[in-house]
C-alpha cells in the first residue's frame, strides 16, 4: 500500500484506475488517500460452512459488543477490565489498545452461557 502525494486531482479521485487488469485502487481512509490493489473478494460459493459460521458468531459478538457499550454501567465494567489488561498484559496474550476490539474479543473469546 502506497499513500500520494496531496494534490487537487489525487484527493478528488478514488476507486480503481485500470477495469481490465484491476491493479490500482485509490481510497480515501481519515483524509488520506491511499493507492493499493484492488481488494479481492472471496466467491460466495466457495465459502464453507465454517467459515460462515465464524463470519455469523464475529457479527453477533460485534452487535452485543455496542450493545453493552451502550449501557453506561456496562461500558465502565469493561473500561476497567481494559485499563486491568493494558497495565498487566497476560503472558502470551493479545494487549488491545482499543476499548471496542478489546470487548469483541472476550465476548467470542468467552466459554458459552449454559
Do not use: C
Amino acid at each position: 500500500m502506497a499513500k500520494a502525494v496531496p494534490s487537487d486531482l489525487i484527493q478528488q479521485v478514488s476507486g480503481k484506475i485500470d477495469r481490465k487488469r484491476e491493479d490500482i485502487y485509490l481510497t480515501q481512509r481519515f483524509g488520506k488517500t491511499i493507492v493499493s490493489h484492488y481488494p479481492r473478494h472471496k466467491d460466495p460459493k466457495k465459502i464453507s460452512e465454517a467459515q460462515v459460521s465464524t463470519f455469523a458468531s464475529f457479527a453477533d459478538a460485534v452487535r452485543e459488543a455496542a450493545r453493552q457499550l451502550a449501557d453506561p454501567q456496562l461500558r465502565e465494567q469493561w473500561q476497567s477490565l481494559f485499563l486491568q489488561q493494558k497495565k498487566n498484559p497476560s503472558a502470551g496474550g493479545k494487549q488491545y489498545y482499543i476499548l471496542r476490539n478489546f470487548v469483541i474479543a472476550s465476548l467470542r473469546n468467552a466459554p458459552d452461557k449454559p
